[in-house]
């Protein structure tokens, strides 16, 4: 079996969630991932980290959202952490773009076919060169991938003609 | 020139703690940085950090001690010590210290990126 896929494994869900991504909400979750237990405590930063990045993702990117006083723009989307015997995985599902879903399918694929030292090159040259701003550095996917050395799993699920469903999973082990 | 102190809270705990002071030529960053709309953030201590080079062009120094900070928050703290490096060419005399948790080797790997981008030298130092 291909040791970066776990989705047939047994596991416990730890978070499961369905709405708008709002910072309060991410950064409460995110300090129960930090201290739900005293175990793996090198996993669950790195988890921390992971999670923070990928949930911010949903919330400046997804194509279903939230207005916040017709000014903040909160994006709307799932995620789910599970535990795993050896690992965790998180997962986040948004709504994208049909053409984005194409353009993130390209990086994904780039930062799988990507070694340690390569990713760290990436993010140096798309930090550099990043529009800042608005956008951020438009590195999360590479930071995620080189924190938790596995690869991401992705799956595009067609909504109609204009818009498609993006998951993204990482696993993060616990050794 | 004034001061920039800001305070952080346990409610929000995505805001770090901020005290940049004139006087004494310091400027801290510590906790952790991961708000929304990081650059709306960052760019009053960008522009602090521009106009003491420009007015004030004393010694400085910068003592970064975030135990966390996103993507989009390093995009902005790579903008700050740009703004740094080219003091320092101008003449200007600039100190950069990271505070960092040895139990997170992450972030190591992180200022080492941080140097080689801007070209400032960082002395990392571990968390008392």
């Keep these: 079996m291909d040791t970066n896929t776990i989705s047939t494994m047994t596991s416990k869900t730890i978070l499961s ?13 995110g300090t129960n991932i930090r201290n739900f237990n005293d175990a793996y405590s090198n996993a669950r930063k790195k988890l921390f980290k992971i ?14 959202f939230h207005m916040i006083n017709n000014v903040q723009r909160i994006g709307v989307g799932e995620l789910s952490l599970k535990e795993f015997d050896t690992a965790y995985s998180f997962t986040t599902k948004n709504q994208v773009k049909k053409t984005d879903a194409e353009i993130l399918t390209e990086r994904c694929e780039l930062v799988n076919a990507s070694d340690q030292m390569k ?5 140096r040259e798309q930090r550099l060169n990043s529009p800042g701003e608005k956008f951020g550095a438009r590195i999360g996917l590479i930071q995620a991938v080189m924190l938790s050395k596995n690869k991401l799993e992705f799956k595009v ?19 | ?34 708000m929304e709309e990081t650059y709306k953030f960052y760019l009053p201590l960008i522009n602090w950090i521009k106009d003491y080079a420009k007015h004030i062009k004393r010694p400085l120094d910068l003592n970064i001690k975030l135990i ?50 801007s070209g400032m030298k960082i002395e990392l130092i571990e968390f008392e």
């Design chain 1, 17 to 29: 969630y369905n709405g708008p991504f709002y910072i309060e909400l991410i950064s409460v979750f």
């Design chain 1, 119 to 123: 990713l760290r090159e990436l993010k």
């Design chain 1, 157 to 175: 699920d067609k909504i109609n003609e204009d818009f498609s469903y993006f998951s993204l999973t990482v696993k993060i082990d616990k050794f």
């Design chain 2, 1 to 34: 020139m004034e001061n920039i102190t800001l305070t952080s809270s346990p409610t929000t705990p995505y805001f770090p703690e901020v005290n940049f002071n004139v006087d004494k030529g310091i400027c801290e960053i510590s906790g952790e940085s991961y």
């Design chain 2, 68 to 117: 966390y900070l996103n993507t989009s928050s390093t995009k902005c703290v790579l903008d700050i010590l740009e703004i740094l490096k080219d003091f320092e060419d101008e003449g200007g005399k600039v100190k950069v210290n990271w505070y960092y948790d040895k139990a997170d080797p992450d972030m190591v790997e992180e200022v080492e990126d941080f140097e080689a981008e």
């Design chain 1, 51 to 64: 999670f923070i990045e990928l949930s911010q993702n949903v919330s400046n990117y997804s194509e279903n």
